[in-house]
């Protein structure tokens, strides 16, 4: 991973447009290849950056300032989503081999929650099929991906307690796996968000982003874990 803290102004240009004025930031570029650009306060969200793959290419601007442009991989014909950011002054670059990491250790209740829904999944909605569990993606595994009825892609993010990080995992996850054609063939990869707990302003912010949300009844699941032994 290489960390800059550096003064920058910072242009993204792709399905939208957005702009980053001149000001002191983070900026973090990870090994599988994503790009993030943070300021000291705010939300540990970042304010702007790319997922990959991506290419990244460093040089120098017209005016002899350092230059990064980050672009995403897309489809062929189409024009790529492009990431500018135009370094003024470097205070602090440094880079650090973090090696490769465990993962994220979820609580058994959780854990044993992904192993339920993987035996049920139309309980989240009519008609759901599991394809696999763990569904890994660049920048992690997502719990579950299933298809609905139609043969349409369907990331599941499932949480003890879910809260706004939750939804933001998910929409990051959901961002990589709709540029991948293999599963958007019957359409854009849809999102379900399943707790057994849902704060009211996660369910805003996912519904406001097109993912459902799906309570869960962790002791129902159980029970009907537990009949299908009975009749095995």
């Known amino acids: 991973m290489r960390l800059v803290v550096a003064t920058c102004q910072v242009d993204y240009a ?27 306060g705010g939300s540990y969200k970042p304010l702007n950056w790319m997922s990959p793959p991506c290419s990244f290419r460093e040089g120098l601007s017209e005016d002899g300032d350092i230059e990064w442009t980050v672009s995403a991989k897309a489809p062929k014909g189409a024009i790529p989503d492009q990431l500018r950011i135009l370094i003024h002054e470097v205070h602090h670059d440094t880079s650090h081999e973090l090696g490769v990491d465990p993962g994220l250790q979820k609580d058994g209740v959780e854990k044993h929650l992904q192993e339920l829904l993987a035996e049920h999944p139309s309980t989240l909605a009519e008609g759901l099929t599991l394809v696999r569990r763990e569904f890994m993606t660049a920048i992690g595994p997502v719990d579950l991906m299933c298809r609905d009825a139609a043969g349409v892609s369907v990331a ?10 939750g939804v933001e995992q998910l929409t990051r996850y959901l961002e990589l796996l709709n540029r991948d054609p293999l599963l958007t063939g019957k359409g854009p990869v849809r ?33 009907l874990d537990n009949a299908e032994e009975r009749l095995f």
Do not use: N, W
Not at 156 to 165: L, P, Q
Not at 199 to 223: M, N, S, T
């Open 191 to 223: 999102g379900i968000f399943a707790a057994q707990e849902i704060k009211p302003q996660a369910r805003v912010l996912a519904e406001d982003r097109g993912i459902a949300c799906a309570l869960v009844d962790y002791d129902a699941l159980r029970g």
């Open 14 to 40: 792709g399905r939208l447009t957005a702009h980053l004025p001149k000001a002191t930031r983070v900026l973090m570029l990870k090994a599988d290849g994503s790009v993030l650009i943070h300021s000291d």
């Open 156 to 165: 599941v993010e499932i949480k003890r307690r879910g809260e706004i990080d």
